[in-house]
């Protein structure tokens, strides 16, 4: 049997071509209203057909916030279904973004739900939470592996909470962050161009030169825009590793809409900055 194309190596093919940048698709209550769009499963539907139709032929990545879908329910969740599938089939690479978490049969089924190719909700990767024991994620480890997809598993995120757990020493001298992305770099071995098995860094961190961030995978991170990082901070946090990051923009780019040209032109010019920083790095 011939396995699927890994995702490292659709991923680092999609931001050598189309530029390292990920757009979330994120339809919260208040960017609904900026767009003069009603909260409700109409509005929802919009916001997200307009950002798939304007960004998903020429951006790298789409990554779905599926938090926002599922508060609308059934109806919610399918316009993440019908998103997702029409993103990927205009060659967007879609990272969806549940940060599922859990032990045996339930992280089995979770994985079954994103990572099984004929699944509705099939997606390129899947963010998930190792806080369980990153052993916990072995289910969703082997199912992507088997189709083809990818994981980016939280290590150094963002928001300030997570220090307390990421920060963390363990008994043999290492952050649990660290551990994280030893794991990872484990799951990357001897993978190339790119790993399967990326890391969520957040891009506002400051100065991570502690972490061996070259974990032979790809780095994906928010915090560009809204959150106060830019584009040329990422050679400083990232260093050596800034190469296979996967900058996530989304309020810096969705405050342009509803409108699609401006909602291209504001990608545009983020991948066109990302890309001048990485070179420049």
């Known amino acids: 049997m011939t396995l699927p194309e890994p995702f490292g190596a659709r991923l680092r093919r999609a931001m050598d071509e189309r530029g390292p940048l990920c757009v979330g698709i994120d339809p919260h209550a208040s960017l609904l209203a900026e767009w ?9 539907e919009r916001f997200s057909r307009t950002v798939v139709e304007a960004l998903a032929d020429r951006v790298a990545v789409l990554k779905p916030q599926s938090a926002f879908f599922e508060r609308f329910g059934s109806r919610g969740l399918a316009v993440l279904e019908k998103s997702v599938q029409e993103a990927r089939a205009a060659g967007a690479l879609v990272v969806t973004d549940a940060k599922r978490g859990d032990i045996g049969s339930t992280m089995a089924a979770y994985a079954e739900a ?9 997606s390129d990767a899947l963010t998930v939470s190792p806080y369980l024991g990153y052993g916990s994620l072995s289910p969703a480890v ?3 592996r088997e189709s083809g997809a990818g994981l980016f598993v939280l290590a150094l995120t963002s928001n300030p909470e997570g220090g307390e757990v990421q920060h963390a020493v363990r008994a043999d001298g290492r ?19 790119l ?3 990326g890391a969520v860094v957040g891009a506002t961190l400051g100065d991570l030169s502690s ?3 070259d974990m032979g995978g790809p780095l994906l991170a928010p915090g560009i825009g809204a959150q106060g990082a830019t584009p040329a901070d990422l050679p400083r946090v990232f260093g050596a590793a800034v190469r296979n990051v996967v900058p996530n923009v989304s309020r810096g780019v969705l405050r342009h809409g509803p409108d699609a040209q401006a909602l291209r032109g504001a990608a545009e010019r983020f991948a066109t900055q990302i890309r001048e920083a990485v070179t420049a790095g």
Request: glycine residues 10%; aromatic residues 8%.
């Open 114 to 122: 994103f990572l099984r190719p004929d699944a509705p909700l099939f």
């Open 211 to 213: 972490y061996d961030l």
């Open 142 to 144: 082997a199912l992507a």
């Open 36 to 44: 003069g769009l009603d909260d409700d499963i109409a509005g929802l």
């Open 195 to 197: 790993g399967s098995f």
């Open 175 to 193: 952050t649990v962050g660290a551990t994280m992305l030893a794991h990872l770099a484990a799951e990357n071995a001897g993978e190339e161009p």
